[in-house]
């Protein structure tokens, strides 16, 4: 029997909550200007997750979205502004702040966009220059 972990997640005033099943495809850290202007940090712990595993369970119309570029849609809570997910199609994953999924162990595989950081982190993760090869990116790392 095949029984799967499920996870439950919700924006900062509960009015949007949702759940992902399985494991996510990848947990980092994200250093590019974006991630830590959308996040208001100087990194951004995130979890990637296959798009079919993500279940709106209360609040689907108090969801809000933004698409600053065609690679990123950030989806946030129309009611108290907190950050939900960000939909990555051309990867064909979503991303779900690591913060709002507290059952979840969060344990980061590497960092990307890393040139762009403004908090060095030495933890003897991997520190991809930008993207890995398979996500688009050049596959170079950069020293810690």
Not at 115 to 142: C, F, H, N, W
Request: hydrophobic share 35%; with cysteine.
């Amino acid at each position: 029997m095949n029984i799967e972990q499920q996870y439950q997640g919700s924006c900062f005033c509960g009015a949007v909550n949702f759940s992902v099943t399985t494991q996510p495809v990848l947990m980092a850290y994200c250093h590019c200007d974006s991630c830590r202007h959308w996040s208001a940090g100087p990194v951004s712990a995130f979890t990637l997750w296959n798009p079919e595993t993500l279940q709106i369970t209360q609040g689907k119309d108090q969801i809000g979205s933004y698409k600053k570029t065609p690679g990123s849609i950030r989806k946030w809570c129309r009611t108290c502004g907190g950050h939900l997910f960000t939909e990555h199609p051309e990867m064909g994953v979503i991303d779900v702040p690591a913060a709002i999924i507290p059952e979840l162990s969060f344990k980061p595989a590497l960092h990307v966009h890393y040139q762009e950081s403004v908090q060095p982190m030495a933890d003897g993760l991997p520190k991809m220059k930008d993207l890995p090869a398979e996500a688009g990116g050049s596959g170079d790392l950069v020293p810690e």
